[in-house]
């Protein structure tokens, strides 16, 4: 079956904009997760979905960053006033959320450069 | 606070090889200690995982040993192959989200 999609696959911008990334989880998939890898930081959660709700925000770095999810579904994870320290490779993931040895599946990211 | 450590960084091992990697974990309520690997251009994906319950779980040339009291956890790479090169990542989870940390990556390299 298909995986977790995401897009666009690159992404770059200037300094202050905003940028918009999307992330399919699989279908069925109730629990989703985003995770940001900068180079020699190795990967970082940003933020938690058991459904539609965000019980987990912790990872968020400022608020500039915000994200949300419809229908259960399809996620959205918004960077507002961009900054050079925001490049990064923006990773979502997605599990069944039954147990927590359940596995979560990983995209293949979205690269974000700010210029 | 780097709640999971990894080592080496990097690690360059010859065709048929044995390749180690460690990490160790700071917080006991971790009860769930996958490890992903990653190619370059994709995104993690899971290798191998063990609950603290057991010792030593291991998929075909692929082990995890856990050492519960010293709170560390490696990966063992039997006969290990050039396909074998990538980036991997120990993680750990628990409590009531299954949120992952992650150590920072070993970039394996196996010489043909």
């Known amino acids: 079956g298909a995986g977790v999609s995401q897009s666009p696959s690159n992404k770059v911008t200037e300094k202050g904009k905003d940028v918009e990334l999307r992330c399919d989880p699989i279908?069925?998939?109730?629990?989703l997760y985003w995770y940001r890898q900068s180079l020699g930081q190795g990967l970082e959660f940003l933020i938690y979905?058991?459904?539609?709700?965000?019980?987990?925000k912790s990872g968020l770095p400022s608020d500039r960053f915000s994200a949300e999810r419809t229908g259960g579904s399809v996620s959205t994870l918004t960077i507002q006033r961009t900054q050079q320290e925001d490049s990064a490779v923006y990773l979502c993931a997605s599990s069944q959320q039954i147990s927590g040895t359940d596995t979560q599946y990983f995209g293949p990211g979205t690269r974000l450069t700010v210029l | 606070q780097q709640q999971v450590k990894q080592s080496p960084q990097s690690l360059i091992v010859q065709k048929g090889g044995i390749s180690i990697i460690n990490c160790a974990y700071e917080n006991t309520a971790f009860d769930y200690f996958p490890w992903y690997q990653q190619f370059p251009g994709k995104g993690p994906a899971l290798l191998i995982a063990i609950r603290p319950d057991v010792s030593e779980k291991k998929e075909g040339r692929f082990t995890i040993s856990f050492n519960k009291s010293a709170k560390q956890f490696s990966l063992h790479i039997m006969d290990s192959q050039p396909g074998d090169s990538a980036t991997y990542f120990c993680a750990a989870s628990g409590g009531s989200n299954y949120k992952l940390t992650f150590g920072k990556g070993t970039l394996l390299t196996v010489n043909p």
């Open positions: 279908s069925g998939h109730t629990a």
């Open positions: 979905f058991q459904g539609n709700s965000a019980p987990d």
